[in-house]
């Protein structure tokens, strides 16, 4: 299948700490890894994103790590602030562009 | 503003009625995907085109579904004989296939 995992559902840190979202996927051709934060009724917005000849990419307080091997990746946010609250998605994604896309992750951060 | 547009932004109309949404996509970008999400649910993968060729279908796309884009420009979504269980958001992304894809605000529909 090409099921996408995403844990946890939710999260919720204090501003200033880290925040770990993982995500898990089965379909081995998926080879691009786009991460979406959305808002309250706004539409999903790329923050980052990894293809598969990459282990990890970084952008400012974001990061991205993919272990192709296990099937697995994830998404940091240090330092995180009360903006960084939002529902965030991992997707999968094959040569076509095509996303699964995982359940998505709440995150609040409290100040 | 030359981001992906989507028309309307909601709809709200009766069981068994038809609806067309349409969906304008960012200049010179060849692949547009169409998906849905439901309320705590991430997107869910509809149908895309390259061009004007539609090149795969989901099987969540039952045969009340249509999907075109003529011109290899816009596309619209039409759904026949709604039903409640369409009640949703319909989202609408574009790409070259060499970025990222950027989505819509989507059109959100409600069945009554």
């Known amino acids: 299948g090409e099921n996408v995992e995403q844990h946890p559902s939710t999260l919720s840190v204090q501003e200033g700490d880290s925040a770990v979202i993982k995500c898990t996927y089965s379909?081995?051709?998926?080879?691009?890894f786009p991460w979406y934060k959305q808002e309250l009724g706004k539409r999903p917005q790329l923050i980052i994103d990894?293809?598969?000849?990459?282990g990890e990419k970084k952008d400012q307080r974001i990061a991205v790590t993919l272990n192709k091997t296990a099937k697995h990746f994830s998404l940091h946010i240090t330092e995180t602030q009360p903006e960084d609250s939002a529902v965030y998605f991992c997707?999968?994604?094959?040569?076509?562009?095509?996303?699964?896309f995982g359940a998505g992750t709440q995150v609040v951060v409290t100040p | 503003d030359t981001g992906v547009s989507q028309d309307p932004r909601h709809k709200i109309t009766k069981r068994g009625q038809n609806v067309t949404f349409r969906c304008d996509p960012i200049?010179?970008?060849?692949?547009l995907y169409w998906y849905r999400q439901t309320l705590g649910q991430g997107p869910e993968f509809l149908t895309y085109?390259?061009?004007?060729?539609?090149?795969?279908k989901s099987r969540l796309l039952s045969d009340r579904f249509s999907a075109e884009r003529p011109k290899g420009s816009f596309s619209t979504l039409e759904i026949q004989r709604t039903e409640q269980g369409d009640s949703a958001m319909y989202l609408c992304?574009?790409?070259?296939?060499?970025?990222?894809?950027?989505f819509g605000d989507g059109t959100r529909l409600s069945i009554l």
């Open positions: 379909d081995s051709a998926s080879n691009y």
């Open positions: 200049s010179e970008h060849n692949r």
């Open positions: 997707a999968a994604g094959d040569s076509w562009g095509k996303l699964q």
């Open positions: 992304a574009s790409t070259d296939g060499n970025q990222p894809q950027h």
């Open positions: 085109f390259q061009n004007e060729a539609q090149l795969e």
């Open positions: 990894i293809r598969s000849n990459v």
